[in-house]
């Protein structure tokens, strides 16, 4: 799915306006696995900042921590029926988009519909 075009299906509005964000090399505590969306993790940065990061972008350490082996933000994309979006990554279920006005973020795939080639 990644480099296909897509239009948005549904409005979609952010639900974490503040994004868990990590470096390479940072270490988040991570708590338990999305019973929804497999692959996603609880994370814990740092300064105190949360939310669902992707699994496989993290080393677990065993003890409650995972050292971050890629960067990361889990900034979300809000967007409107009709929306059109480019797909850059996707993982479990969500997709990293780019919108007609250049945004970037996660848009969950159910909300996309895909626009055929003309």
């Not at 952010?14 to 609880?42: A, K, L, Q």
């Not at 029926?81 to 997709?95: A, I, N, P, T």
Request: with cysteine; glycine share 12%; net charge negative.
């Amino acid at each position: 799915m990644e480099g296909k075009r897509f239009v948005a299906a549904a409005d979609y509005e952010v639900s974490y306006p503040h994004p868990v964000e990590f470096s390479v090399g940072d270490r988040v505590r991570i708590g338990r696995e999305d019973s929804t969306w497999p692959g996603w993790v609880w994370t814990r940065t740092g300064d105190g900042n949360e939310g669902w990061a992707p699994l496989p972008r993290l080393d677990p350490a065993g003890d409650g921590t995972a050292v971050a082996r890629e960067a990361y933000t889990a900034r979300e994309l809000s967007m409107r029926r009709g929306d059109r979006l480019v797909s850059l990554r996707v993982h479990s279920g969500w997709l990293w988009c780019r919108n007609q006005h250049g945004e970037e973020g996660w848009v969950p795939a159910f909300n996309l519909k895909p626009v055929e080639p003309s």
